[in-house]
Nanobody, 125 residues
Framework: QVQLVESGGGLVQAGGSLRLSCAAS????????MGWFRQAPGKEREFVAA????????YYADSVKGRFTISRDNAKKTMYLQMNRLEPEDTAVYYC??????????????????WGQGTQVTVSS
């Protein structure tokens, strides 16, 4: 049973930073692509960033490119999202997710099979 647990959300002023973490358990972490998604009130869940199992490929939504950095520590079975220069538009519940196919890289939300419970990020203006 794959389990994903996010942490690190909170309230921050515009221009500030936060680092989200996603701890994984239940299978071999290093064989699977991981991703971050977010959902703002009244909006659909959207892709934020993804990182391949081998750490050598990352992909970002245009809205966060240059401000957010995704990373992972396969030894600790943990993924991170460093968020800098936060904007009020970044306010959302942030979810980590992973795919069920080994060695498969995708940014497509529908291809992620396991999800965490989410962590709230609120950016005040």
């Amino acid at each position: 049973q794959v389990q994903l647990v996010e942490s690190g959300g909170g309230l921050v002023q515009a221009g500030g930073s936060l680092r989200l973490s996603c701890a994984a358990s239940g299978r071999t972490f290093s064989s699977y692509t991981m991703g971050w998604f977010r959902q703002a009130p009244g909006k659909e869940r959207e892709f934020v960033a993804a990182i391949s199992w081998s750490v050598d490929s990352t992909y970002y939504a245009d809205s966060v490119k240059g401000r957010f950095t995704i990373s992972r520590d396969n030894a600790k079975k943990t993924m991170y999202l460093q968020m800098n220069r936060l904007e009020p538009e970044d306010t959302a519940v942030y979810y980590c997710a992973t795919v069920s196919r080994r060695y498969y890289y995708t940014p497509k939300k529908d291809e992620y099979d396991y999800w965490g419970q989410g962590t709230q990020v609120t950016v005040s203006s």
